[in-house]
């Protein structure tokens, strides 16, 4: 029996205006993303990658509908929330959480760690004071801070505990879906392997599902089940984690491969080294057909006329290119 997606977002768009032009008449929309799709299972973790500017922190907000979509559905357990009203969004919020980026920015400089754990549990209101004082206690545990926390503020804090504080206050009213935008990015090197290996710990013990962006394809690779590439607001690959790290069709999913450090010699070995040419086009002006066609170095002409969906590869692959990109790996092209 196959089971229903926690999460299912189909031809999603968000779109911003982007004023009008120097000699009048309006610019462009800025196409931050531009029709995805895809869905993520109960327990299961996704990552999203891509270059800066690819829309993945935009995808995020939108599918917790922090942005309101341009376009598009969001099902979550089975209700479209793209059309949901704040007080439906309200009680929905104890289901769906994120994690951002900057753990000092978006934590209340002014409420102690007590309030910024039980808050969200104050909002269910379905917890006493005693209650929720013994949950930020059994948070504040999972994530290996001690209860002398309780009455500090976050700048008593080092980023890597303003981020377990972060996690805590994600985890405190036990949601089903937790976006993480980049969660250790704004760390130390030396902090991100202990945070990162806290968030695969309590993703295990809770069965959360998690939606991880992040550029950092290694931190992806150690953390997701399946791999979004996405290129110009749109996604181009989707894969399991093996396939997508050991067998990439998508022209634009070898180069960022090729560009990540590899610290298996023999994976390096075999990679076919790819340099991306020149920067990504405007979303507020994309190419015709394939927007990945002016960087790609197989463009044919084929590529201009019409763009690519994503289409299923033997392999199980999804895969938005004009290319036969099965034959093209297969022949190391």
């Known amino acids: ?15 911003y205006d982007s004023g009008r032009k120097l000699f ?15 869905d993520i299972a109960p327990g299961e973790v996704v990552g999203l990658v891509g270059e800066s500017g690819s829309g993945k922190t935009t995808v995020g907000r939108t599918v917790l509908n922090l942005h309101r979509p341009t376009s598009g559905e969001i099902l979550f ?8 009203t704040h007080a439906q969004m309200r009680r929905l919020r104890a289901r769906m959480q994120m994690i951002f980026q900057d753990p000092f920015s978006s934590l209340n400089p002014r409420a102690r760690v007590e309030t910024i754990i039980g808050e969200g549990l104050e909002l269910v209101g379905m917890f006493s004071a005693a209650e929720r004082r013994r949950r930020v206690l059994e948070l504040l545990e999972q994530v290996s801070l001690s209860p002398e926390h309780l009455r500090r503020f976050p700048h008593e804090f080092s980023g890597g505990q303003r981020q377990r504080l972060s996690i805590a206050r ?31 710990d309590l993703q295990r013990e809770t069965g959360v599902s998690l939606l991880f962006i992040s550029h950092d394809l290694g931190l992806v690779e150690f953390i997701a089940d399946r791999v979004m590439v996405m290129y ?3 996604i181009v690959e989707i894969g399991s984690t093996g396939e997508i790290f050991g067998n990439p069709r998508h022209p634009y999913t070898r180069a960022l491969l090729s560009a990540s450090p590899e ?17 990504p086009p405007s979303p507020a002006n994309p190419p015709s057909g394939c927007t990945f066609r002016t960087r790609c170095p197989f463009a044919i002409a ?3 006329a019409a763009r690519p969906e994503l289409r ?19 022949n190391g092209v």
């Open 312 to 330: 299923r590869l033997d392999s199980g692959q999804l895969v938005a290119c004009s290319r036969d990109v099965a034959v093209d790996a297969v």
């Open 170 to 200: 994600a985890l405190a009213v036990s949601p089903k879906l937790i976006v993480a935008d980049e969660p250790v990015a704004a760390l130390d090197v030396s902090i991100q392997a202990q945070i990162m290996n806290l968030i695969a």
């Open 77 to 84: 357990e089975g209700r479209d929330i793209c059309h949901a």
């Open 24 to 38: 009048g008449g309006n610019a462009h929309p800025v196409r931050a993303v531009d029709g995805v799709s895809f």
């Open 263 to 279: 610290p298996d010699p023999r994976r390096a070995r075999a990679r076919k080294r790819q340099i991306l040419q020149g920067d």
């Open 1 to 15: 029996m196959t089971t229903q997606p926690l999460l299912s977002v189909r031809n999603l768009a968000k779109h």
């Open 232 to 234: 110009l607001g749109r």
């Open 302 to 304: 084929d590529c201009a």
